[in-house]
């Protein structure tokens, strides 16, 4: 059975730093991209990031662009989000997720087909 579990997240400042885990069990997945999500109340699910099955490429929304930092280690089943210099807007709950088998990294949710439960991210001002 495919798990993916996410930790790492809290209350924090703004300007803070945080850096969420997401370990995945079940089967390998190191020849697979990987995605982070995150959805606010009353908002849509939106994209936040994502890394190429080896880690060398990273692709990320403009909001958080230059202040998160996808990164993996295959050996261990695990990929990271180290986002600083939070803000209040970055508040939702954090999600990792599996791209479909020969998907590239995607930018929509359509393109993963695992994920984990979510983790919660709270900025305070």
């Known amino acids: 059975q495919v798990q993916l579990v996410e930790s790492g997240g809290g209350l924090v400042q703004a300007g803070d730093s945080l850096r969420l885990s997401c370990a995945a069990s079940?089967?390998?997945?190191?020849?697979?991209?990987m995605g982070w999500f995150r959805q606010a109340p009353g908002k849509e699910r939106e994209f936040v990031g994502a890394?190429?099955?080896?880690?060398?490429?990273?692709d990320y929304a403009d909001s958080v662009q230059g202040r998160f930092t996808a990164s993996r280690d295959n050996a261990k089943n695990m990929v990271y989000l180290q986002m600083n210099s939070l803000k209040p807007e970055d508040t939702a709950v954090y999600y990792c997720?599996?791209?479909?088998?020969?998907?590239?990294?995607?930018?929509?949710?359509?393109?993963?087909?695992?994920w984990g439960q979510g983790t919660q991210v709270t900025v305070s001002s």
């Open positions: 079940g089967r390998t997945f190191s020849s697979y991209a």
């Open positions: 890394i190429t099955w080896s880690g060398s490429t990273t």
């Open positions: 997720a599996v791209a479909r088998t020969g998907q590239a990294m995607s930018r929509a949710p359509t393109g993963y087909i695992y």
